[in-house]
Every structure is written in structure tokens, then in C-alpha cells.
């Protein structure tokens, strides 16, 4: 039997999804993030972290989703815009995203620092 389970924090400004299985070693997936925007791109910016990077139009409002992938047991690798998670006992999903949208005047703001002090609140870990 597979649980899954996902919850939003407002004051975390994130969504959680947790995946377990009745039994050790059978949770497996490859994890991917896409836009419908042609400016993004995915990459892996460390072992168990993916950034999805993009901007709606030139000059435009810039975005910014990361999600860090938490197994126990098992084996997550990357393979430059994906991670794959291969026969955990568990899998924690934090995700968080941003824009650098400030006002409506006034777009400067930084997603990727927002990215990052979000990730690191919700999961009590600093990006490498």
C-alpha cells in the first residue's frame, strides 16, 4: 500500500508532499519541473535540489520554483534537470516558488533569493 500526502504552509511558502509504501524500498520516481513558458530551463543545483528559472517576457516579471527532494534509504541521483529517486523507504517533496514581483510598479525583486530563504526554512537546510 503507497501514502501519499501534501499539505501547503503559508507562513513557510511552501507545499509539501510526503510518498511512503507499507514496505522498505519501494518508493521510485524521476522528478521533473516544466514551464509553459519557452524562456525556463530546469537544472539540478545540488544532489537533491531542482531550480526552474524563467521570465515571462523580456524585460519582463522573472520566476523562480525549487523543490528538494528528502529520501530515507534508497538512492537519489541527478542527472542535470531531473532527480530520480530509486527504491526508498520514503520521499519528502518541498517546493517553493517566487517572482520578483514587488508592486505593480516596481518588478525588481529577487526569486531566487526568495527560492532559497524559503527552501532553507522549511527544510532547516542552506543551499550549497
Known amino acids: ?11 513557510d511558502q511552501a507545499i ?41 517576457e523580456t524585460g519582463g516579471l522573472r520566476f523562480e520554483s525549487q523543490v528538494r527532494v528528502l529520501a530515507v534509504g534508497g538512492q537519489t541521483t541527478t542527472n542535470g534537470n531531473a532527480i530520480t529517486v530509486s527504491q526508498a523507504d520514503s520521499a519528502t517533496l518541498l517546493l517553493v516558488a517566487a517572482t520578483s514581483f514587488k508592486n505593480f510598479q516596481d518588478i525588481s525583486a529577487d526569486p531566487q533569493a526568495r527560492c532559497i530563504a524559503d527552501l532553507a526554512k522549511v527544510s532547516g537546510k542552506n543551499q550549497p
Open 1 to 11: 500500500a503507497y501514502r501519499r500526502e501534501a499539505f501547503a504552509s503559508h507562513p
Open 16 to 56: 509539501v508532499l510526503e510518498f511512503t509504501a507499507d514496505k522498505p524500498g519501494h518508493i521510485s520516481f524521476t522528478l521533473k519541473m516544466d514551464s509553459p513558458q519557452t524562456n525556463s530551463q530546469t537544472t539540478a543545483v545540488s544532489p537533491d535540489t531542482l531550480q526552474l528559472t524563467g521570465q515571462v
